[in-house]
C-alpha cells in the first residue's frame, strides 16, 4: 500500500528542513503549530538544538485560534518575543494546521513586519514533504528577501550551499570544511544572516544538496555569481568502497551520489529526495526499494533502511544520512 | 529585555489572592513555547517520558498505526532504540489527504496490511491521529469500527491533538482514557483494586502495597505491570481504583460509568505530615483504618538525620522530576531549606501551594520553563543542588534529576527523595 511504513520510520519533514537553514541566522523562527512539530525539530531533527542555542519557538496554538483563524495572537505573541529576545529578522514555518485552515503567509508576514519593527518571511511549509523541500524554500526566500539588489560578484570567497545537518550528516562546520583547501563559508552550518545578505563577497558556490539549486541558480541570474553541483566531503573509508563498484547500489540525497560518481562509483543511484541526475532511481515507498535491492551484490546507504530488505544476503555498507534516519556521520566515519 | 523572566513566590502570590490575572509569561496561552533543552522531553516526549504515542501501546501486545504527516511520526524513531521498533506502523499524510480527509477511506486497508505482516496477531490496534483530524472532525470510532470489521482486532483511537493541551481533556488525559477502555465489565473481586495514573508501575518497595495487604486488599492492578493481554482484561475485575495523577481521572470516571468501578483520588506529595494525613483520610474512605506509624515515624527520623547531616542547603527545584516542583519546595522549605529558584508551571491547583511558599520565602524567584525568555536564563551560580532535569541543565552544580521511570510514592518517595540527596552531596 503507498505511504504505509512499515519498517522504518518517517523521514525528516520540510519544516525540519526549513528550520535547519534558520537555525543559525539570527532569525527568531516560529514554528506554526500547537507544539509537537517543534518539538520533533528540536528534539530529533536538529541536532545543534543541545550545543548552540537558538530562538527558535512553536506558536503554542490551540484549537480555537485554528478555527477562528486568530492570526492577530500569533503577532502578539511574536511582537512580545521579538521585544524579549531582540532578533536580527522573524520568520514563520507552516506546519498542517495552517495548511489545513488556509493561512494567508502574505498577510501574516505583512503585519509582522508591521507589529515588530523587524524584516519577516514564512516559509509555506506543511510538514507531508520531505526535509529537501523545506530547505529549498527557506534559501530562496531568505536570497530573495535579503540579498541586496544590484551586487555584483566582487569578492573571490566561496561558499557552500546546502550542507544542513539533515543533508550532510553533520552539525559543525569543521566536520565539512576539512575536505576543503581554503577557508569557505557554509550558509545555514556557522554562518548568519550577514552572509545572505552581503552575497556579493561570493565569487562561486558549491551546490552539495538538491535544496541548493534552486537559490543557486537564482544568484547567477541575479548577480551572475557561478555555480557547481557538487558533493566534495565523501570520507576516505567510502571512496576506498567504492572503487569496484559495477553491481552496487548507492541510496543518499542525489548530489552526494553524484559526487560519489565523480570520484568513480560505477554503480547505480537511488534516492528517496529530490533528484538531479537524470539516471538516478526515484524511491517513494518502502517497496520500492524491496523491488531493486537485491538485484545488487553491495548496498552503500543508510543502514536502517536494511529493516526493510531483512532476507537482503549481499554486503550493505553503511551511509548514515541525517534527515533519513537521524544519525549524524560524525561518530560513524572512522 | 534580553533577561529571564521571574517573579519572587510573595508577588505571585499576592496575584494570586487578590485574583489579579498571571503574568504574560506564566500564562503559556499568552507567549510562544520555548522547548528548550531543558524540559524537551518533558515537553514533547520522545525516548524519555510518556507521550500519547509511547503511552497508547501500554496495552500488552498491542500496536499502532500513526495516521498523520511524517512531521507527527519523526521522533518516533527515538521509541525504536528502547524497544518499541515493532511495534509502530505509519500511513502518512499527503498535502491532499489533509484538506480532503481521503486518508480516512485507507485507514481501514492499511490496518490489513499491518495484520498481514505481522506473524502474530496483536492484541489490539491503536490507530493515532493528529492535529489534522482534529481540524477535520474525524469521527474516529467509526473509523476503527471499520479496522476492527475488516482485520477482527480490537481497534482503539488515540488522540494526540496537541491544540487541545489546554482543554478539558487534553492528549495524555484521553489516552489513558484510551487504554482502559478494551475493559469489559465482569464481576468484581472485593479484594482487588488497581492504581491508575502512571504508565510505570510504583517502586516495589512502596509502601502502599503492604498497607492496601493490611486492610484486605490482596490483588493491585497496575497497567504496566501486565505482561499479558489476559492480565490487562482482568483490571476490570477490581473493586475501586486509586488515582494517584489528576490526568487518569478521566479513565477513573469511564471506568465508574461504564464498568461499575469507583474511584479514590490521591496526591503525590513528599510532606511526611501530608503523606500521614492522606493514608488516614484513605482509611476512612474504604471504612478500613490504616496504620502507617511504622513508615510514618520512620520517615519522620530519616527527615530529621537528613536534616541533621546538611544542615544548610540551597535548591533551585524544576519541573520535570517525579512530583510537583512547588509541593516539592515547600516541604524543603518546611525542612528548614532555602529554595531559591523555582521553574514551574502554574495552575494545576498550585496556587495553595505557592502561598503557602510565599509565607516562608517570598524572595524565591518563580520563573516559566516555556518562556521565550528562558533563552537568556543564566545562573547565578549559588546553588548548593539543583533538583529535577531541567533544574540540572540551568546549574553546573550537583544535581539530582529524579524522574525516573518507575514511580515514587508516599513515604518511599520522601524516602528516596532523601537518600538520593544524601548520595549526590556526598
Known sequence: ?334 | MNKAYYITAGELAKTIEEKKPLPTELQSSKHLIYSSPATLSFNSPGAKGFGVKRAALAIPDSVMLLVAPACCGRNTALLNEIGYSERFFYLLLDDTDIVTGRHLNKIATAAAEIKEELNYTPSSLMICITCVDALLGTDMDRVCKKCFEKTGIPTVPAYMYALTRENKLPPMAGVRKSVYSLLKPQKRISTSCNILGYFSPLYDNCEIYPLLKSIGITKVGEIARCKTFEEYLSLSQANFNLVLNREARHAAQYMQENLGIPFIELTRVYSPQKIHKQYQLLGQALASPIDDSKYYEATLKKTEYFKKSHPSLTFAVGEWLNGDGFEISLTLLEMGYSVKEIYATVGDGNENIIKHIAKISPQTRVYSNLSPTMLSYRSEGDIDIALGADAAYYHSTKALEFNSETQPFGYQGINMLLDSLSEVLK
Open chain 1, 1 to 334: 500500500m503507498k505511504k504505509l511504513l512499515k519498517h522504518i520510520s518517517p523521514f525528516a519533514p520540510d519544516i525540519s528542513g526549513a528550520c535547519s537553514v534558520l537555525y543559525e541566522t539570527g532569525a527568531l523562527t516560529v514554528v506554526c503549530d500547537a507544539g509537537g512539530c517543534a518539538g520533533n525539530v528540536c528534539g530529533f531533527d536538529e541536532p545543534r538544538w543541545l550545543k548552540k542555542k537558538s530562538p527558535l519557538f512553536s506558536a503554542g496554538l490551540r484549537d480555537m485560534d485554528a478555527i477562528l483563524g486568530r492570526d492577530d495572537r500569533l503577532i502578539e505573541k511574536l511582537t512580545l518575543a521579538c521585544k524579549q529576545t531582540e532578533p536580527v529578522f522573524s520568520a514563520i514555518v507552516g506546519t498542517p494546521v495552517p495548511a489545513v485552515i488556509a493561512t494567508d503567509y502574505k498577510a501574516l508576514e505583512r503585519k509582522a513586519e508591521e507589529k515588530t519593527g523587524i524584516p519577516c518571511i514564512c516559509i509555506n511549509t506543511d510538514g507531508t514533504k520531505h526535509y529537501d523541500e523545506g530547505e529549498e524554500k527557506a534559501y530562496y526566500i531568505l536570497f530573495k528577501k535579503f540579498a541586496k539588489e544590484g551586487t555584483t560578484p566582487k569578492g573571490n570567497k566561496k561558499a557552500v550551499l546546502g550542507a544542513t545537518p539533515l543533508a550532510a550528516s553533520v552539525s559543525d562546520k569543521k566536520e565539512l570544511q576539512k575536505y576543503l583547501k581554503e577557508e569557505t563559508v557554509f550558509f545555514s552550518l556557522g554562518s548568519d544572516i550577514s552572509q545572505y545578505i552581503n552575497v556579493g563577497d561570493f565569487s562561486h558556490i558549491t551546490v552539495v544538496s538538491p535544496s541548493g539549486i534552486k537559490a543557486a541558480q537564482y544568484l547567477k541570474e541575479k548577480f551572475g555569481i557561478s555555480y557547481d553541483i557538487d558533493y566534495p566531503f565523501i570520507p576516505e573509508h567510502i571512496l576506498e568502497q567504492i572503487k569496484n563498484s559495477k553491481r552496487t547500489l548507492a541510496i543518499h540525497q542525489d548530489v552526494y551520489l553524484k559526487g560519489l560518481r565523480k570520484r568513480g562509483f560505477e554503480g547505480d543511484c537511488a534516492t528517496f529526495f529530490k533528484r538531479v541526475q537524470e539516471d538516478t532511481m526515484i524511491l517513494k515507498e518502502e517497496e520500492d526499494l524491496k523491488n531493486i535491492a537485491y538485484d545488487y551484490d553491495v548496498i552503500i546507504g543508510d543502514i536502517s533502511l536494511k529493516k526493510i530488505i531483512p532476507d537482503y544476503k549481499g554486503s550493505f555498507i553503511d551511509l548514515p544520512h541525517f534527515g533519513l534516519s537521524g544519525r549524524e556521520l560524525k561518530n560513524e566515519d572512522p
